[in-house]
């Protein structure tokens, strides 16, 4: 026998959840607000419903485990969003998860094997990014936990406290139990999409550097002030990012991506020359020598402006992860499983951070794409064909079956 | 007989004035506003006092005509303020006006001449740049008026009710009396403190070309979107800026200054590809076919980043005024009374616009400089040393007197 998921019940739960925080087409559910709340009750009744010993644990977790079982794959994602988000990133790849669970259930698991599953909190970073999974990885402490704060100010003890979930243990990953993460997720970009193929197989997932620069000048008169007597904050950091945009060009990998998304002068008046300008440069890479390089290529230009302009150059790392491959066996394990449903698939490296990046970190994990709609996310627009949502959850649950009996 | 003016009379009004909106060693006073009406009003005394037929007219220039003459020296300046200002620019060349006046009556005038003083309403642009002077030479007309509004959307219209002076007669320049037209001003740049001279021969007031540029792409995932498939119009928009900065360093003449002085991204996240991009590109040149030469840099260079990253690009020309010359009899006056007063000239072009600009579309006029303590105008620590102030004073005084024998 061969799991099969039951495409109804998937679509309509995947459905049920999107009306949680739903508006204008897309979902809102900002981690530990109150529409993630009632979305991880629901999803706790859902994972008993299809057999699980399941809780919500100290942290959010909605998390689920096949009763009996010494050995698992662990699957799921994330519920909570973006503000103003779509209504498939991460919940997707829960229900997807939820639904590979009851599927193997109805086929029966090979004894002391099982299926384990979680919904991750606060994937998206409302008090801090894969905050969920790095607890249960056990990569941040108590400490850490005490001084999350969201853009508001309020402290991560007391949305957890409002929740009524402070105080409760904290699930905590098991790497001889669970040999093996699984994720599912919408791609996020275009590639699966432009290239008419429904199922990206994820081999890494890259690391992210972002940082803040800014250049400090001298604001005057744009008119009676000779361009030999400026320090010109605003033109430093325009030839800043002119020549950074042309170094990554020339020494990109194959992975690399970046972006300068933003830029503001000060004190930003047509007439006045700018006294300071700031931006963030973000660029992500697969290996860390690549990040270490593009970060030098930063450094050395932001000097070579800042002496150039007379606009000393301050920069500051906001976001510095590293990338992780996903485990070998586990990308051949889905590939052949794709091709086995007659899907097509792409090897291709996630742009985005992902829960399994953190799993990654400790136990085998591998990830999986279906195509995102003119590749939109985070945005109400987000979608994905109805028959290339049920095509990744049944890869998942076959992959799933496929693990679980190695 | 040469006239002589009072310093003590003369930096006393100055001072009178500097207390009329005076805040932290600056001067607010915003045209119709409470504290730029009384200062008006006090200037309107200060004018009868010295002898002058004086009004406010229904603009709100301070206007005051030597009685008995039938051919003047015009001279003045204007006392508005921008927001937050310096205590010299504009007060300055009006008390230096009106204590040449006192000068000139004190050893008498020829026959049938005499000098005319103004304040001119507005010069600044709260409601209008060069509003007064625009009037009173006839540039502008009811219909501008009527549509002319602040920032906060009040009409000019019902300031000038506010103020009282609704309905009154407009001043007009009579090109047969007043043949010629006197400012004296601070430099608002660093040139004569850095050359250790004392007045500032004003040659030519530049263009300005103010072109608020945009660039529209798509907003896009920037990890997950492959760099050959955005459309990133803050990429556009930073080539575009670089390579503008360049042009304009290679084409420039000598008289070419130039800013980016507000740059702004949108949605402005780091990890979000900018589907907007928006700037304040501002060119000034002496001559118009300069301005014109820039300008189609501007366009060519718009135009090719627009193609190459495939985001299209707006021009929209906000400011556009034209330079002129300063009469070549006047600045040789000027520099022969600075050499007669034993101070040091530089002739220079003038950066900023001035309401000479205006008058000199009409009649012959020139225009003076005194240094600027650090270049600094347009802000509370605007200054000039008191020596400096009174041989501007002086220097002005004479030209006046040299000016209406002519």
Same mark, same amino acid.
Not at 114 to 126: I, K, R
């Given at each position: /026998?061969?799991?099969?998921?039951?495409?109804?019940?998937?679509?309509?739960?995947?459905?049920?959840?999107? %009306?949680?925080?739903?508006?204008?087409?897309?979902?809102?559910?900002?981690?530990?607000?109150?529409?993630?709340?009632?979305? %991880?009750?629901?999803?706790?009744?859902?994972?008993?419903?299809?057999?699980?010993?399941?809780?919500?644990?100290? !942290?959010?977790?909605?998390?689920?485990?096949?009763?009996?079982?010494?050995?698992?794959?662990?699957?799921?994602?994330?519920?909570?969003?973006?503000? =103003?988000?779509?209504?498939?990133?991460?919940?997707?790849? /829960?229900?997807?998860?939820?639904?590979? /669970?009851?599927?193997?259930?109805?086929?029966?698991?090979?004894?002391?094997?099982?299926?384990?599953?979680?919904?991750?909190?606060?994937?998206?970073?409302?008090?801090?990014?894969?905050?969920?999974?790095?607890?249960?990885?056990?990569?941040?402490?108590?400490?850490?936990?005490?001084?999350?704060?969201? $853009?508001?100010?309020?402290?991560? +003890?007391?949305?957890?406290?409002?929740?009524?979930?402070?105080?409760?243990?904290?699930?905590?990953?098991?790497?001889?139990?669970?040999?093996?993460?699984?994720?599912?997720?919408?791609?996020?970009?275009? +590639?699966?999409?432009?290239?008419?193929?429904?199922?990206?197989?994820?081999?890494?997932?890259?690391?992210?550097?972002?940082?803040?620069?800014?250049?400090?000048?001298? $604001?005057?008169?744009?008119?009676?002030?000779?361009?030999?007597?400026?320090?010109?904050?605003?033109?430093?950091?325009?030839?800043?990012?002119?020549?950074?945009?042309?170094?990554?060009?020339?020494?990109?990998?194959?992975?690399?991506?970046?972006? !300068?998304?933003?830029?503001?002068? +000060?004190?930003?008046?047509?007439?006045?020359?700018?006294?300071?300008?700031?931006?963030? /440069?973000?660029?992500?890479?697969?290996?860390?020598?690549?990040?270490?390089?593009?970060?030098?290529?930063?450094?050395? !230009?932001?000097?070579?402006?800042?002496?150039?302009?007379? =606009?000393? =150059?301050?920069?500051?790392?906001?976001?510095?992860?590293?990338?992780?491959?996903?485990?070998?066996?586990?990308? $051949?394990?889905?590939?052949?499983?794709?091709?086995?449903?007659?899907?097509?698939?792409? %090897?291709?490296?996630?742009?985005?951070?992902?829960?399994?990046?953190?799993?990654?970190?400790? !136990?085998?994990?591998?990830?999986?794409?279906?195509?995102?709609?003119?590749?939109? $996310?985070?945005?109400?627009?987000?979608?994905?064909?109805?028959?290339?949502?049920?095509?990744?959850?049944?890869?998942?649950?076959?992959?799933?079956? %496929?693990?679980?009996?190695?």
């Amino acid at each position: /026998v061969t799991v099969e998921i039951d495409p109804g019940r998937f679509l309509s739960d995947l459905q049920a959840l999107r %009306r949680i925080g739903a508006f204008d087409g897309g979902v809102e559910r900002l981690a530990f607000g109150a529409d993630d709340r009632r979305a %991880r009750e629901w999803l706790l009744q859902r994972f008993r419903d299809a057999g699980l010993d399941a809780e919500i644990d100290g !942290i959010g977790n909605v998390y689920g485990r096949w009763p009996g079982a010494t050995r698992t794959v662990l699957t799921g994602s994330h519920s909570d969003t973006v503000p =103003c988000g779509g209504w498939l990133d991460g919940a997707l790849g /829960v229900i997807a998860s939820l639904e590979a /669970v009851r599927a193997v259930r109805e086929v029966g698991a090979p004894p002391g094997r099982g299926v384990d599953l979680v919904s991750f909190a606060d994937e998206e970073g409302t008090f801090r990014g894969t905050l969920g999974s790095s607890v249960f990885s056990g990569e941040i402490g108590d400490r850490e936990l005490d001084e999350a704060r969201n $853009s508001a100010g309020t402290p991560l +003890r007391r949305a957890l406290a409002d929740a009524g979930w402070a105080g409760r243990e904290l699930a905590q990953l098991d790497p001889e139990r669970q040999r093996v993460f699984l994720e599912l997720h919408v791609e996020q970009g275009p +590639r699966l999409e432009a290239a008419g193929i429904q199922i990206g197989v994820v081999t890494t997932i890259v690391g992210i550097r972002r940082v803040a620069v800014s250049f400090d000048g001298r $604001s005057d008169h744009a008119g009676t002030t000779p361009m030999a007597m400026r320090r010109d904050a605003g033109a430093a950091a325009i030839r800043f990012a002119a020549r950074t945009l042309d170094a990554f060009e020339r020494q990109r990998t194959e992975h690399t991506v970046w972006n !300068i998304g933003s830029l503001t002068l +000060r004190p930003g008046a047509g007439n006045v020359v700018s006294n300071r300008a700031e931006m963030l /440069v973000e660029y992500r890479d697969a290996t860390a020598d690549a990040l270490v390089s593009l970060h030098e290529t930063v450094e050395r !230009i932001a000097r070579e402006v800042a002496a150039e302009h007379g =606009c000393p =150059c301050k920069l500051r790392t906001t976001v510095d992860t590293s990338g992780v491959d996903m485990d070998p066996e586990v990308v $051949s394990t889905i590939e052949a499983v794709a091709a086995d449903a007659g899907a097509g698939s792409l %090897r291709m490296p996630s742009g985005a951070g992902h829960d399994a990046m953190v799993l990654r970190r400790r !136990i085998p994990a591998g990830m999986l794409f279906v195509p995102s709609r003119g590749g939109r $996310s985070h945005d109400p627009a987000e979608d994905t064909d109805e028959a290339d949502l049920v095509t990744g959850a049944r890869v998942l649950a076959r992959a799933v079956e %496929r693990l679980i009996a190695a």
